[in-house]
């Protein structure tokens, strides 16, 4: 009886681990925000405007219970597109208490498009998470992983990023993230690179606190977008600077309605 007790007491705590490592306090947002930027592509040592991006944030249903949507849209300019048309969508939902649920990147980058797709169930407290890809050549590829700790996605780690409490952070200071992928969790992390007063494309100038978002790749973190959010709780996101694979861009806020 008594081995009983203490595998049903070391059953419960990694359910309530589990659980508690699926949630995060959200005070960035509570209803709809909509933030409109710039998008500037480095075209032969010269910054160009080469086209918009817009990020949606709204309270919305997924599957009769409320939840929030965010989605990422961008949009090359017709003078870009000449060169490399760029058409991203990503959309991901997530609980209230920013548990993930649903995540979608559907892109057309030059003549390369694919869809990803992530569905996220949380069976006897671990999280599963079941991965669809659409390959350029219309070949699908379906996988389905269950892991002992949660995972999440590039929209719903922004969005926790959003609510870190970043008071009494230093230069250097990290936060490591798994992020959704094979059998071997994809590992990233956060670094905090310091204060910068940012001028954004609406006119507004704004301090900024400097985050670094890194993915491991062959053995090393590598730099995937650096940004720059409003040194508050709310963290609003005013200028990315993005690595890409044909170059770099950059994408200041225009405007922003919540």
Known sequence: MKKIIVSLLCLLVSLIDTSAQCTYKNQAFSGYEGINYNLYFNWQFVWIKAGTASM?????????????RSSLVTKSSQRVDKYFMMRDTIMAYFSHELTPLYYRKGAREGKRYYVDEVWYTYPNGKCK??????????????????????????????????????????????????????????????????????????GKKYNCLV????????????????????????????????????????AFLSSIKN
């Open 129 to 202: 998470t079941t991965l669809k890809h659409l390959n350029s050549d219309g070949s699908r590829d379906r996988q389905e992983y269950t892991y002992n700790t949660c995972v999440s996605d590039m929209i719903n780690s922004f969005q926790r990023v959003r609510n870190y409490d970043t008071s009494g952070w230093k230069v250097g200071h990290t936060e490591q993230i798994s992020i959704a992928g094979g059998s071997q969790l994809a590992k990233a992390r956060i670094v905090y690179k310091g204060k910068k007063e940012v001028k954004a494309d609406n």
């Open 211 to 250: 985050l670094s978002y890194m993915e491991l790749d062959d053995k090393k973190y590598k730099e995937i977008v650096r940004f720059y959010v409003t040194d508050d709780k709310r963290h609003i996101p005013i200028r990315l600077d993005l690595n890409l694979r044909f170059g770099s861009a950059k």
């Open 56 to 68: 949606v944030t709204q309270p919305f249903a997924y599957h009769g219970k409320k939840a929030f």
